[in-house]
């Protein structure tokens, strides 16, 4: 890979070119590289929970099978669960975060790119991490929400769990890592002129997002250090026989669980917020108000998590309170949807993979939007409460929004990345199997669960009369594979030999799309100063802009020096972590003294060339 | 990058070379501090005041917290952007903090228990 | 959008297929009170969501048809928005959320509210991973087959002594978890879950723990057999009737005593059982022999009348009675029990009750099934079934 | 630490550096995580089953006293900066060692009642008062302690002539994280040791 993008990037041969080779980018520092990285780590991963996934449906296919344990079925769903949300929806929103905030707001590279490599190497090494329990035949065991007392060590004596709350804490790091440089980067890295209420749509989800990784990770990191001495010390934190409360683990996990949400589906928002005006030649309807419902969503994202918790019996006072909050939610977002729509009525749609995919996103999102709406009311919650309509409705929120998004995100930016189209008919083809196999999956599954089938179960009796919808689902199931196949196939044919893009091969109006495809490592040879919401749609600030952009640098740019103290660190903290799970004192405290030297070999070592 | 970007500095050069204020500001916030931290044990240990005694620590300890974040870590002379960066966590745990409590100690578990 | 329509009306055709279809667990088919508050509260919002639904597809496939770009086509005019338009598509909404909301609520305080004063309690314990009920103004306990009177109203407080279990049946109503009950200071009521509720009509209704309890958690069914009041206190005498208690030959005490109480079992010296042997089938009587004399099953199992007392597991009392066995997994007959009997974790892996081949940690010492001969097992299976 | 002399040669929109910025969102941040332990030592507050009870074991005259010294470091961090701001190096070391003496005071009058509340029986799993109340309150020493570490190395480059004026700004964040860990002990001193 490494060698097509600086073969791409010598035609335009400017100060200093990047270095290539595997050192470059185990030391690399640049935004755009370590977007690449996460990417990829990204679809693997997305595969690893595809697998996990297809091995389910398949021994859910038929009542009363047995084609693996229940045991391993358990593990499949518990890391099925976690991989998807914090190995493949999150890392895959923060890679497009990487690649296009700081080439939108015209910034050279995020706030601290040295951080920025960090997060990286940590989430790689926490998935790799948790992964490795597959090879102790130990994978979590106990659903992607471990609720309490299952998680005790009296319940979950093997090493399955630990597995689980170690490798969640290291991805906590990475996230607030994230979450910490993007804000900054969008405080304080905007271009001239490019005042908060210009910013496009992408980069201000991208800040609320970054808002909620900063606020919502920490209580999920305490509630897994509680967790951890309950398993390893033998607090009583979860522990009903010493007065310990399992409900407040519920509260602390979904005081971080809901936010998590908005933390996935809010970067899909901001792509189909540049994708739709772009393909409709048509400036975002609305632009505040779409702004200020994805910042009301994010905020009152916080006062609602109790709505996982309906069954839990927290009284009527509370569940109504959660209820009206819930509810509340759904008048921003259908506010957006409008606002996306009236976007594109009187435009001029051109329907591009990119484009289908959003128009794809409105349709799909909104069944889940209302299937949401529907377990919000409290009382109708205790019937679809962990049955399989809760899975179709998760399903069709976080696939059908936040992933459609993202894919839809993949079309547009890919040819900034690679210099290259992604191949549209391989694009058509993976929009509509994935469409077919998406729905054919997950909307059977409103019916299964409404007909009393719960979630999380491994096998089905089969007088429940709901194999049909199981069928249905796995036959979707394998449609769906088969896109996610199409889609690689495309990323690695097109990649190599796909179409040559221009800098700016969809006639978009933001910055990202100004400089060359792919762009210099430095991006801009020189900051350009912006007028508008959209300065590459207004001819003479498009001039003006593009004189300064598709330059060379004239000096050698101010970049950021190339540094392995990241993968050290992230390794260090990672093998810190990994001893904790021995549960000896001073073995862990051996453990912090690595970590803590990397930290002090990165706070001596100069981050710019000329800093000596 | 330095000379292109200084043109959209957005008025407050808050970053002053002389500090952020007067040695004797410190040393009288400090005293205010230490002085409301009796307070606030004299009004623990005073019988009298048990009654109104939370919502007078709480606003003791408010203040002192106000007169740490303001003046020690000097958020009153700076950009407020900060202010809202930080004071957004600050909201945050507090709307936390407050619902949980209420969720545990003020509304019964199951309201309508026979 | 074709193949979504195309999927659609499929789907409706399965929908429509469905309708005649017998779905025990349909959480559709309301035959409570509270079943029913909770039914006509979906449909009015189902409805609701449909006509937003319906909103946002028209105008999508209508956007997406007419607005598509054309050869020739100018630039569209550069619309950057309408407060007119905003203002409708918020308050819209914000209407509709108010007519959800407010049924919701009402139905909130409605569904948590006991539905009478004089309403039987049953305490309901969920266990990994079977349930237990306890009736306690009738001092009777049964397992995994709660049966109810038609018309009277019934309060079910929910409790766990291990992890999270979610009570959910759902023609009675919605779920209501049964959390671990948390320890409290002398002096102090334990906080329990309540789930109020009147059946409405006899029959016999599926179940099913609805929250993920460990290793055999799909194996966590139960039943419920709504009854006339005349039959449920038939069934209430009969249970206390005490059935299994006819010994075949006088009192007869575990040989070994010590054993039994290393391993914390209660040893019942002085209750001897005084009823006389009937005309049996000796199949039953050596069942019972064995199940009461031989084997440990006495250690967690009680039947009531007989010296087995256990709570660690099912009450058996009555156990003949029973349709299910294994908490709702297996009809209950001769073979299936004798397999069960044989090999519990065939059927429910990481099951509480040992079987023939793997030992459970802290009950170690209790081996029924592998020193049992087969024909051991068909007697105890015999016996049990004996019970109604 | 490096990082924020480079900044400063980089103008931001705000006129912030982004290493000071950053700092600050990750305080917003650790304000949710000391958030998240405050709850539920107060959720858990009558909850313990068995004693000793947090009436009977707090010693308020003894934890004063440590509030105060912590206080005072924070009064002590504050003129370290200004003295670096004013290239008084001198007294900068001299009150930078005077915050890590006052933190080594704290942490050991702290532990010293540690020490105490375990022979009174209270211990980290002795109940749900001892978990939360062991948990939160270390987790504040870890963070101390932390902090300790860190003025200990900005004194060496203070010493070492690497910090002068123009590099003021890595004692100021470190100042600002010092402050935040003593707001976080200002409010547990109230919640936990005065409310009743």
Known sequence: MSSVATQQADTHSGAHEEETGLWSWITTVDHKRIAIMYFVTATIFFFVGGVEAMI?????????????????????????????????????AVAFFNYVVPLQIGARDVAFPRLNALSYWIFLFGGLYLNASWLFAAAPNASWVGYATLTSSQFSPGVNVDFWFISLSILGIASIAGGVNFITT???????????????????????????????????????IFLGFDRLFGTVFFDPGMGGDPVLWQHLFWIFGHPEVYILILPAFGVISDVIPTFSKKPLFGYPIVVYAGILIGFIGWGVWSHHMFTVGLGPIADSFFVAATMIIAIPTGVKIFNWIATMWGGSIRFTTA??????????????????????????????????????????VIVGG????????????????????????????????????????????????????PRRIYTYSADLNVAIYNQLATIGAVIFAISAVIMVWNLVQSWRKGEKAPADPWGAPHLEWSIPSPPHHYNFPELPTVRSREPLWNDGEREEILAVTMGEATEEPHMPNPSYWPILLAASITLAWALVMTGVWWVIALGIIPVFFCTLMWGLEPAFPEDH | MSTELQATQSGEHSHDEEGHGSVAMYIWIGVILAVLTFVEVAVFYIEAFEAVEVPILVVLSTAKVILVVMYFMHLKMEHRALTGLFMSGVVLTVFMVCALIILYHFLPRFAFAP | MFALARGGAVLLLLLLAACGTEYPQNSLSPHSDFAETIHQLYVSIFWW????????????????????????????????????????????????????????????????????????????????FWWEFHYPEQGITTANELVLPVDRPVNLRLGSPDVIHSFWVPKLGGKRDANPTVAVRDGEEPKYNWLFFTPQETGYFYGQCAEFCGESHAFMAMRVLVETEEDFEAWADRWRESPGALPPSG??????????????????????????????????????????????????????????????????????????LASGILENNPENLAAWIKDPWAFKPAAAMPGVDYDMQGTAGFWPATELSDEQVRAVSAYLLSLK | ?????????????????????????????????????????????????VGPYPAEIFSVITTTVSTTVLLFSSLAMVLALD??????????????FAVIAMGGIFLGMEFQSYLKYIDYGLTLTSSTFGSSYYVLTGTHKVHVLFGMIWMGILGWRIYTNRIGPPQAEQVEVAGLYWHFVDIIWIVIFTLVYLIP
């Open chain 1, 355 to 396: 484009m289908l995919f959003s128009i794809g996103l409105l349709a799909v999102f909104t069944v889940g939007g209302l299937s949401g709406i529907m377990h919000a009311s409290a009382p109708v919650n205790l019937q679809q409460h962990d049955t399989y309509f809760v899975v179709a409705h998760f399903h069709y």
């Open chain 4, 1 to 49: 630490m490096a990082q924020a002399a480079a900044a400063d040669h980089h103008a931001t929109n705000t006129g912030i550096s982004n290493f000071k910025l950053g700092f600050w969102t990750f305080l917003a941040s650790e304000c949710l995580f000391f958030g998240t332990l405050i709850s539920t030592y107060m959720v858990y507050k009558g909850t313990a089953l």
């Open chain 3, 251 to 324: 009192p007869e005490q575990p040989e070994d005593e010590t054993e039994l109480e290393m391993a914390g079992m209660p040893v019942q010296a002085d209750e001897p059982d005084e009823l006389e042997v009937g005309d049996e089938d000796p199949l039953v009587a050596m069942g019972r022999d064995v199940f009461l004399n031989q084997a440990t099953c006495l250690a967690c199992h009680a039947i009531e009348g007989t010296s087995a007392q256990g709570d660690r597991g099912p009450n058996l009392t009555l156990f003949g009675e029973r349709t299910t």
């Open chain 1, 402 to 453: 936040a992933m459609m998004g993202l894919w839809a995100g993949l079309y547009y930016w890919f040819p900034k990345a690679s210099g290259r189209f992604l191949n549209e008919t391989l694009g058509k083809w993976h929009f509509w199997t994935t469409m077919i196999g998406f729905n054919l999956t997950f909307f059977p599954m409103h019916f299964s669960g409404m007909f009393g089938m």
């Open chain 1, 56 to 92: 389910m449906r398949f021994q859910l296919m038929n009542p009363e099978q047995s084609l693996i344990s229940a045991e391993l079925y358990n593990q499949l769903f518990t890391m099925h669960g976690t991989t998807m949300i914090f190995l493949v929806a999150m890392p895959m």
């Open chain 3, 49 to 128: 969501t449909m006509f937003i639904l319906a909103v946002v597809w028209v105008l999508l496939a209508w956007v997406v048809v007419k607005f598509r770009a054309r050869e020739g086509d100018e630039k569209p005019r550069q619309i950057r928005g309408h407060l007119g338009l905003e203002i409708g598509w918020t308050v819209g909404p914000a209407l509709i959320v108010i007519a959800i909301a407010i049924p919701t609520i009402q139905a909130v305080f409605a569904t948590q509210r006991p539905v009478s004063e004089d309403a039987m309690t049953v305490e309901v314990t969920g266990h990994r």
């Open chain 4, 83 to 96: 003295a670096v701001q004013k290239a008084n190096k001198k007294a900068a070391l001299w009150w930078l």
């Open chain 1, 186 to 224: 969008i405080v304080n890295m905007r271009a001239p002129g490019m005042k908060l209420m210009r910013m496009p749509l992408f980069t201000w989800m991208t800040f609320v997002t970054s808002f909620l990784l900063i606020t919502a990770i920490p209580v999920i990191a305490v509630a897994l």
